[in-house]
C-alpha cells in the first residue's frame, strides 16, 4: 500500500497498533484514559494523511511519534500557562528532541517491555477481579464496552463504568506502568494469568446465561496468552496456562451437543478435536516443562493433555491422571481440585473410591451450592447402582447450577435413574 | 477468524533457490511480531513441486501424479494459519510482510469455513458431522 490508502485499511493497522501505543502513551503521561485519547488523535491524523501520502514504512511507529508529540506540546503548553518560565520551554525541547530521537530506535527494544508493563497495570490487583478483566480486554484486547458486556452478559453502563472506576483506581494508587521486577514480580505475574484464565473460563464455561461456551471469549483469552507467551518466553507459568487454555478450547465444538446441551468429557466425538490447537497446547506445555514449570497452570495442562492423548475414552490413563490431581492438590489445594481428584480416582479405582474421597470434602463450606458435588456424587452412586440415590443427588444438583443447558443434562442423568440407568453412564471430570 | 495465508510459488521457488540468509532473517523478525500479536497458529515453508504428489480422483479412479506441475503461479510455497478479528486484519498484517520471493510474488488469504457459515444449509446434526469429518 502506497498511496490510495483506505480508511478500512488504515483502521486495521491502529487496531493491530492500538494496544502498544496505549502502552507508550500511558507510560509518558500515566494516565490511560490521556493515552486513549492520544491514540485516537494520532488515528485521525493518519486518517487525514496516510490516503495522501502513503502508509509510511513503519506504521507504529509513525503514529507512536505523532502521539508522543501531541502529548509533549500539551505538557508543554501547560506548563508554560501555569509558569511562564522560559527555562521550562528549553528543558521540554530537550526532553522532546531525546524523545522524538529515542523512539524509532526504541520501538522495537522496548514495546515489548511497554505493553506487558500495561497488562501488568490493567491486571493489577488493586483492581477487582471482574476490573481487571473488563479493563484488559478494553486496553489490551481492543473490544469495545458494548463488546465486554455482551461477553459478560452485563450491561454496557455496567462494564463503561466498571472500566472508569478501574482507571480512577490506578490514578489513584498512582501505578507506573512498569513491569514489576524481583519478588513483586511473580505475585503480579499470578494475578495476570488469573484474569487471563478467568476471561477464558467465562467463555468456555459460561456461568450464566443460555449458551454454554462462548467461543470469542475463548479466542480472545487465548490470543492474550500467546501474546504474553511471545513478551514472556521464560516463564514456565505463562506456557502451562497457555497450554491449558490451547487443549481446553481443542474441546469447544465436541462439547456442546446439535441441541446446546453439554456433551460431557468422556462422551464427546474426539474426531472433533480441534488436533491444531491440541499440538499448540503440547508444545506450550513442552517450552513450560523445559523451563521447569510444575506450577498450577502447567498442572492442569498436564491433566489436559492426558485426555488430548487419549483416542477413545477407554484409553484415558486415569491413574496418571489421579496421581497428578494428588500433586495439583498439593501446590493448589482447593475444594473444587480435590472434587475433581475425587471424580479422578473414581475413573481409575472405581466409583467406591470416589465416594470415599467426596464424602471427605463434603461439607467445604466453599462446595455446600456448588453443583458439581452432587453431580459427581450422584455419577459415582449411579456406577455403584445405587440409582434412588445418584437420582436425589442429580435432582440436587440441578437446583444448583445457573446454567440452563447444563440443568437440562442433570435432570435427564436423574430421569434415567428412575427408567433404572438406561443412560450411558459417563460424567465431566475437570481437564 | 481463522485464516491460511498462502505464499505464491515463483519460478525461483519452483527451481528450488533457497531464501537468501537477509530474506530468512527478515522472515523470523515477521514471525516473531505474529508470535507477539498473538494471532500465530502455525506456519511453514514448503518444497518445490518436483518432490510433490497429486492424487487424481475420478469415480473409483485414483490416478498419482508426480510433480513438478507447470501452472507455477497457481502453486503454494508456504502458508501460515492465523487466528485474526477480520480480512482487515490479515490483510494489513499480510501488507508487512516482507517480499517473500526476490521477484515479484503473491500471497493470497482465504478465510476458514467456520460452523455459522454451514448452519444455513446444513441441519446442525450433519454440520456436526461435516465439520468433525474435515
Known sequence: MTTGATHQAIEAIFRIERARLIAGLARLVRNIDRAEELAQDALVIALSEWPRTGVPANPGAWLMTTAKRRAIDAIRRDKMRDRKHEEIARELDGAFDSAADGIETAMDDDLGDELLGLIFTACHPVLSAEARAALTLRVIGGLTTDEIARAFLSSEATIAQRIVRAKKTIGKAGLSFEVPRGAERAARLSSVLEVIYLIFNEGYAATAGDDLVRPDLCREAQRLGRMLAGLMPRDAEVFGLLALMEIQASRLAARAGPDGALVPLTEQDRARWDQLLIRRGFDALASADALGGDGPYAMQAALAACHARARSPADTDWPRIAALYDRLRAVAPSPVVDLNRAIAHSMAFGPEAGLRLVDEIADAATLRNYAPLPAARGDFLFRAGRLAEARAEFQAAATLTRNARERAFLLARADACERGGEFRPGNSPAG | ?134
Open chain 2, 1 to 134: 477468524m481463522r485464516v491460511v495465508v498462502f505464499v505464491k510459488a515463483t519460478e525461483d521457488s519452483e527451481k528450488g533457490i533457497l531464501p537468501t540468509a537477509e530474506l530468512l532473517e527478515a522472515m523470523g523478525r515477521y514471525n516473531e511480531e505474529l508470535v507477539k500479536a498473538g494471532i500465530m497458529l502455525a506456519g511453514a515453508g514448503l518444497k518445490p513441486t518436483t518432490q510433490a504428489k497429486r492424487i487424481a480422483f475420478d469415480g473409483p479412479g485414483r490416478t498419482v501424479i508426480d510433480g513438478p506441475f507447470a501452472e507455477t503461479r497457481e502453486l503454494v510455497a508456504g502458508f501460515w494459519l492465523w487466528e485474526v478479528k477480520d480480512m482487515d486484519e490479515a490483510v494489513a498484517w499480510v501488507k508487512r510482510c516482507p517480499n517473500p520471493m526476490p521477484g515479484p510474488s503473491e500471497i493470497e488469504i482465504r478465510p476458514f469455513y467456520e460452523m455459522a457459515d454451514l448452519a444455513q444449509i446444513l441441519t446442525p446434526e450433519t454440520a456436526r458431522e461435516k465439520l468433525g469429518a474435515a
